[in-house]
């Protein structure tokens, strides 16, 4: 069964780094795209970008270019997403989620999503 | 970027009632919306893809109407295990949106 599997809560001072980790199972990682997608606490969800898992080439949402990165082992059918010089105000669980399209040319809906990552940013 | 505002944002409903959820787009996404249910503590699940098509495995209690900027989810007859928080999705284009969500109480 497809299981995306993400990596365990992270707490991290402001102007630090984190690295989130999604392991795919169940399917062929390459084929299809990954989208991340964060919700601050009490708050709905916000689209971050996906990534091509063919190609390896990110698309980033208006508002999370330069500090946000995607990227990918195929080898170990992982996708990350990594973070930098955190603010407060990127605390949030982070969750990655399949795209359901079996071609990985472009991001629609999600039919698989990983359990969550929280971040939390604090001093 | 296109807007989705889902009404009403807070809904208390009884066992077995019909409920309804809007959702509108501030510009015509033609059937491009899908349907998220998320429970406290987990990751969405979907529901309803291309406004009307039932995800395999969804109770058909579930169903979903409307195209360009005027969209519905329905559920028949609400179950116990409804009571959650629903959210809309359009990928016309990106981004990708979602509407602000509406969370189902027990009344």
């Known amino acids: 069964q497809v299981q995306l599997v993400q990596s365990g809560s992270e707490l991290k001072k402001p102007g630090a780094s984190v690295k989130v980790s999604c392991k795919a199972s169940?399917?062929?990682?390459?084929?299809?795209?990954m989208n991340w997608v964060r919700q601050a606490p009490g708050q709905g969800l916000e689209w971050l970008g996906w990534i091509n898992t063919n190609t390896g080439n990110p698309t980033y949402a208006q508002g999370f270019t330069g500090r946000f990165v995607f990227s990918l082992d195929t080898s170990v059918s992982t996708a990350y997403l990594q973070i930098s010089s955190l603010k407060a105000e990127d605390t949030a669980v982070y969750y990655c989620a399949r795209d359901f399209r079996m071609d990985s040319s472009s991001s629609d809906y999600f039919d698989y999503w990983g359990q969550g990552t929280l971040v939390t940013v604090s001093s | 970027d296109i807007q989705m505002t889902q009404s009403p944002s807070t809904l208390s409903a009884s066992v077995g009632d019909r409920v309804t959820i809007t959702c509108r787009a501030s510009?015509?996404?033609?059937?491009?919306l899908a349907w998220y249910q998320q429970k406290p503590g987990k990751a969405p699940k979907l529901l309803i893809y291309k406004a009307s098509s039932l995800e395999s495995g969804v109770p058909s209690r579930f169903s979903g109407s409307g195209s360009g900027t005027e969209f519905t989810l329905t559920i028949s007859s609400l179950q116990p295990d409804d009571f959650a928080t629903f959210y809309c999705?359009?990928?016309?284009?990106?981004?990708?949106?979602f509407g602000g969500g509406t969370k189902v109480e027990i009344k």
């Open positions: 999705q359009q990928y016309n284009s990106y981004p990708l949106t």
């Open positions: 169940g399917y062929t990682f390459v084929g299809y795209a």
């Open positions: 510009q015509s996404i033609s059937s491009w």
